[in-house]
Structures are given as C-alpha cells and as structure tokens.
C-alpha cells in the first residue's frame, strides 16, 4: 500500500514571496505518477502540476515547480512570487501506473498568502 | 466544455436512512472515481467505474456502493447512514483511465447526517 505524507499542516507567507511545501511518499512501486492539488476554499479541487516517476527532470508549470527526489521518495512544491489567490489547502497525491485512477492523498497543507 | 457537476450539492440525512449521489462527467470521459473527504480521514478513495463497470474500489463497508451508466453518469448511495458518513462527496472524471489522463473534479456534495 502507498501512503502520502504531508508534515505541514498550515503555512502562511507574504505576498510575492516564494513558499515551498513538502510531500513525502512510501511505494514499492517503479512506475507512478505524483500530483499536487489545490483545493480553494469552497471551490473545487484543481491539479497544479504533475510529475511522472520516470522522468529525472522536475516539472514547471508557470510559477510552480516540483523538486522530486525518487531515492529519497521526496516530492515538495514550490510556488514563486506568491499571489494571493493561492491560498487553498494543497494536496499531495500519488497514482501507479495501472492504479486506475485510485489517487492517495496526503492530509494536505492549508497554505495562506498575506497581503 | 461544461466540467463535473454533482447533485445534489447539499443534503441533510437523519441516521438509518439511506441516500443517492449523482454524478455527471464531462462530455468524452467514460472514467468516473469517487472520493470521502472529512476532517479526520482526510481524502479517500471510496471506487472508480469506467464503461459501467467497477474496477476499483477502496476500504469501506458495503454500506458505500455505486454504479454507472451507459452514459457515463454516475451515482453512489450509503445505505443506514451513521454520523461518520457526514461529508463531503468527491467525484473525479478522466477520459478513458488508461495511462495517464487528467482527473477533474466536481464540486462536491456535502452530506450532514444527523
């Protein structure tokens, strides 16, 4: 079984600052797929950026980019020049491959952007 | 394209009684999961259909079921309600579920048991 770990319950930081949130995973798995999603108040859960196991290049999307590090099964988010319709809480996410479409989900960070 | 809309949005049960959820997927996509998200357990994958038939399922009692129909809509019921049930309901569409393909999600219907 999978399990996704988020160690920061809430976080909150200025404006147009940089925040990084941390995500760590256990899987005996090769082949997976990690996400991050945000899920603003009230509204609905949307994906923020994906990364595919096999690949070594760390996505970006835009002002959010990943450092996933597979050995250490370590997948944190990092969110540039923070506006303040990122505040959400922000869930870590793990798919196999063939897990059809079954998402683990970490406890999340809920993730507050001062004005 | 219009996105996942779930019905009701909110509903309030007594316990020992049972209730029905809808869910629509948008247009195209024929893979519909669903998920529990409460405070204390977080988010949990309760089952994922795709062409009517169930293909996965997560942890819960046989209280939680679903089904889908040939076009794709979906619907889940819990049958005698308990106070842990209250929710908030998740359901997810992609378009095929094989490889990778995006999951969206609906807004969710919040379910209070009394």
């Known amino acids: 079984a999978q399990t996704v770990t988020q160690s920061q319950p809430e976080m909150s930081v200025q404006e147009a600052e940089t925040v990084t949130l941390s995500c760590t995973y256990d899987?005996?798995?090769?082949?997976?797929?990690l996400f991050w999603y945000k899920q603003p108040p009230s509204r609905q859960m949307i994906l923020v950026i994906r990364?595919?196991?096999?690949?070594?290049q760390n996505a970006t999307e835009n002002r959010f980019s990943v450092n996933f590090q597979k050995a250490a099964k370590s997948f944190s988010l990092k969110i540039s020049d923070s506006q303040l319709g990122d505040t959400a809480m922000y869930f870590c996410?793990?798919?196999?491959?063939?897990?059809?479409?079954?998402?683990?989900f970490g406890t999340g960070t809920r993730l507050t952007i001062i004005p | 394209k219009a996105g996942v809309t779930q019905t009701p949005r909110y509903l309030i049960k007594t316990r020992g009684q049972q209730v029905t959820l809808s869910c629509s997927p948008i247009?195209?996509?024929?893979?519909v999961s669903w998920y529990q998200q409460t405070p204390g357990q977080g988010l949990q994958f309760l089952f994922e259909?795709?062409?009517?038939?169930?293909?996965n399922k997560g942890n819960f009692p046989g209280r939680f079921s679903g089904r889908q129909f040939s076009n794709s809509r979906s619907e889940m019921n819990v049958s005698t309600l308990e106070l842990g049930d209250s929710a908030l309901y998740l359901c997810?569409?992609?378009?095929?579920?094989?490889?990778?393909?995006?999951?969206?999600f609906g807004p969710g219907t919040r379910l209070t048991v009394l």
């Open positions: 997810a569409s992609s378009f095929d579920g094989t490889n990778y393909n995006e999951q969206f």
């Open positions: 899987t005996s798995e090769n082949n997976y797929y």
């Open positions: 990364q595919e196991a096999y690949k070594q």
């Open positions: 996410a793990f798919m196999t491959y063939f897990g059809n479409e079954k998402l683990t």
């Open positions: 247009s195209g996509h024929r893979s």
């Open positions: 259909y795709f062409s009517e038939t169930q293909r």
